[in-house]
Each structure stands twice: as C-alpha cells, then as structure tokens.
C-alpha cells in the first residue's frame, strides 16, 4: 500500500463547480500536510498547508482528519487556471516528505 | 523570491554514461533534495541533504550517489547510466525547523526539473 494514495482522476468540471479531492495516508506519526500543485511539465509549488483545523485560502480550503486519516482539497468557483494535477503530501517526520501521485483537474469553459 | 535552478532542462546520454545533475538554490536553506518523477508512480526521493557533506538514502538510491560540498549546490551522480534512468529529475531545497536529523521542514521549492533520457 502507498504511503499517500490518491485519486488519479481526471476530474472533468466545468468553471465554476465546486470540485472536491480527498488523500489517505497510512503513516499515523505523519505531523504536517500539504497540497502542491503541478502544471503540464512544471515542477510542483506549494498552494497551501493543511492544519488540524481546517485552512482556508480564497475559493481553496484544506481539511485534515487524522482519525480516519485523510486530508481533502475543495475548490470553489473553479477557474481554467485551476487546470493542473493536485499533489498531496505526508511531512512523515526526519526532513522527508512523500507525495501521492496526484489528481489530474480539467477545468472546463 | 525562492531561487533553485539546475544545470540543464533536457539531456540525452547512452548507456554507461557517467552523468552529473547540478542544482543551486540561492535561499541558504540547509535542506536539499533530489526527486525523480514518473508517470503513475509520483515523485519518490533519491537522496537528501541536510548539511554540508551530509547525505541520507531516500526511497531509492540504488545506482546514484550525491555530493554536497557548498551549502547551495546539491549534485546528483549516476556512476553508469541505463535506461530504466530515464526519468525527470527534480530538486528541492528547504529550511529546517527546529533542530536536529528529526525535524520537520518547511516549504520545498522546486527546480524546473531535468528530462534525462538514456538511449
């Protein structure tokens, strides 16, 4: 079983759904969270970290349950911008971050 | 703005090759990593360095070493390149926080990524 596992998608949505993406990860000492986002052959950069009491930036909100083990991404108003693939990622502790393989995100006119 | 470059874009070596992967960040961070990425299997790390000729294994070391003589230059070596190298290959720096091997990092910044194809 992967570290971190997530959707590959894509998700087809057109501008202005709400789309919403969850992540699982196995490792329970894992402390911090994050979504990177990645463009057609760019390198990945963060969009935002995910705290134990939900984050939100703009139309972006991260959430966190650490009971179940899961981290989600909603995105609201989506824009064609938002057209990417959407990485999760596990802080697993001793400076080593694993990513899942990401969700593929179509944004649609 | 957070600055990490690496030598080349698009690279092409044969079989055997010894090959070197440069990066450079300008932010002073103490932590720099080498990624590769593959298509359905994500980025999975190579090696890590938190210091000056400090280096850790990550996930997948075999065939490649590192070298981390000045804090802003993290250099990834395949002693004998084969094709199952191809890949694209990316490097991160970051700061610590808090001290010591066991603590979390911050942000990491990408590279563009190198395209390394082994004929």
């Known amino acids: 079983r992967k570290e971190v596992e997530q959707d590959p998608g894509p998700f087809n949505v057109p501008e202005g759904a709400t789309v919403a993406f969850n992540c699982t990860y196995s490792?329970?000492?894992?402390?911090?969270f994050f979504w990177y986002r990645q463009d057609c052959r760019k390198e990945p950069k963060l969009l935002m970290s995910v705290y134990s009491s939900g984050n939100e930036d703009g139309r972006f909100t991260a959430q966190l349950n650490r009971a179940s083990q899961y981290i989600s991404l909603l995105i609201r108003d989506s824009k064609l911008s938002d057209s990417a693939t959407y990485l999760c990622v596990a802080d697993t502790g001793f400076q080593k971050l694993v990513f899942g393989t990401g969700t593929r995100l179509l944004v649609s006119p | 703005d957070v600055k990490v470059t690496q030598s080349s874009r698009y690279l092409v070596k044969r079989t055997g090759e010894k090959v070197f992967l440069e990066c450079v960040q300008d932010m002073d961070h103490e932590n720099m990593f080498w990624y590769r990425q593959d298509p359905g299997l994500g980025l999975r790390l190579i090696y890590f360095s938190y210091d000056v000729k400090m280096k850790e294994k990550g996930d997948i070391p075999e065939g490649y070493s590192v070298s981390r003589e000045k804090k802003e230059r993290f250099s990834l070596i395949l002693e004998s390149a084969s094709t199952n190298q191809t890949s694209m290959y990316l490097c991160?720096?970051?700061?610590?926080?808090?001290?010591?091997?066991?603590?979390?990092?911050?942000?990491?910044?990408f590279g563009p990524g190198t395209r390394l194809t082994v004929l």
């Open positions: 991160a720096s970051s700061f610590v926080i808090g001290p010591g091997q066991g603590s979390s990092t911050d942000t990491q910044y």
């Open positions: 490792n329970s000492a894992s402390q911090s």
